[in-house]
Structure formats: structure tokens, C-alpha cells
DNA sequence: GTGATATTCAACCATCCGGTTGACGATCTC
DNA sequence: GAGATCGTCAACCGGATGGTTGAATATCAC
């Protein structure tokens, strides 16, 4: 597992992680607050996080006790294109978009269901 | 693991899947042929597939005793349109993604590099 | 310095994953 | 029907993955 688009791809695979970038979508945050909405402990969710940080998908920053994790899209690029070459896809339908975010949310977040 | 971007994602997280799915790009193909350029076994090869045709991603076809695979990249529309939401990507450069799959295709398949 | 907060580390566990081999079922050829 | 070919199945193996808990580290507040 070393090339770029494996880790990428591999780290998008779970749920857990992908509604963690969703959360980063809307704004930084720090680690305890995006393990507050999960149902598992801590160190579960900084592990997610460390799997995210290694494909690219978020940096880290510790700022005084506080580690800042910010979504950094850029690491999505490639994987995109390899995807997009497979098929002339329709132009994002950010509305659609946005409704599938909320599904994800809701079927991750048992709070928010 | 049952939504759909999960079987979608974890399935092109594997650099053999992915050249698979590079190698249909170009021509529906019988098991045999996608296995051959593959060091690995016949057997790996169809557990691969597998996971591929689960995940959407291809269907399989059985004619005589050859059972055909051909790409079905509408499975990937769902996958494509989420990471888009994450940042607005240029448009596809095709000659980039055509260089791109010559080096994973020369990374996975010796025989060719 | 003491104590609370934020995060990771380490060890452990169950399950999944990617590969192997050998046997099997199906189909074609003769 | 006999034998070869195509592909999967089943059992197995080692290593990765996703979770747990408890201890450790680092920082803040007092």
C-alpha cells in the first residue's frame, strides 16, 4: 500500500472517515469535537484521523493542547481525474451534493437520525 | 459495509483492481485474459473481479464456458460526484490521465515496464 | 506543583483482506 | 464418453484494519 491513490482511495472507504471530511467541509476543527458526534471512543477517531492525515486528506496543527484538523481537498485531485477518465460524468450537482452529505451524516451519526 | 461508496471506494483502493479497470477501459475481456498479464494466480484474479462486480463497477457474462467482463463506469458517477463536492476541480485532462494509467499499469504489471 | 483537559501510545482482540493451493463444475472438442 | 479448458469454490495463512482499554504525554489553569 504505497502508492498515492491507494491510500487515497483506501482511507475513503470508510464511513467513519468520510463523514469526518464532510464535518471539515464546514469548518476546522478540534479532534475532541469531531469525536463528539461517534459513538466510539476517542482514540478510535484520532486514529481515522491519522489514516486521513497520511493519504493527504487533512493536515493536523496543534495549537497550545489543541490539535486542529483542516480538510485539505487538493489530496482528492488525483483520485478524481483517475475517476473521471472512466466516464464523461455530468457536472456537479452541488444541491444533489448536498443531500447526500446528509444521508451519510445521518447514517453515521446516530444522533442526528 | 454496506453503503454504496464504501464497496465503491475500498474496491478501487487496490492498484490491481484499478488496473483491471484500466485494462476494460480499453476492451471487454474474458477472465483468462485479465488474469494473464498478473503475476498472481487465476484464482486471485476472479476474487478480484468479484469484488469488482459487487462493488457495480463491472458486470460479468458468461457465454459458453468464457465468462466475459466489461466496465459498467456508471458505478462510479456516486463516488466522482462526492469527492467533487470537496473542491472544484479543473476539467479532466485526458492526456494527463492517459500518461497517469500508463504508470500505474507499469507499476502493476511488470511484464510492461 | 496539582489537577484537569486534550491527544496519542501501546497492547490486545476479532474480523477482514489478499494471496495460495487443490478440488470441483461447466463447457467445448474430439 | 474422454480429455482439455474456463472459472469458481473451499480451506488455509499471514498481515492489515477497526475497535477497545488503560497508561502516558503535553498543555493549560490555579
Redesign the pocket.
Known sequence: ?AQPLDTVF?AL??P??RAILAMLLEDDM????V?EPF?????????????LAEAGLIA?E???????CKLEPDAMRAASVWMQGFGQFEPVDLDAFERFLEGELAEDRPEAG
Request: net charge positive.
Open positions: 500500500m483506501s472507504a470508510d467513519t472517515r478540534a479532534v475532541t469535537d469525536a459513538k466510539m471512543s476517542l482514540a478510535a477517531i484520532s486514529k481515522h484521523l491519522t489514516v493536523r496543534r495549537r497550545g493542547r489543541v490539535i486542529w
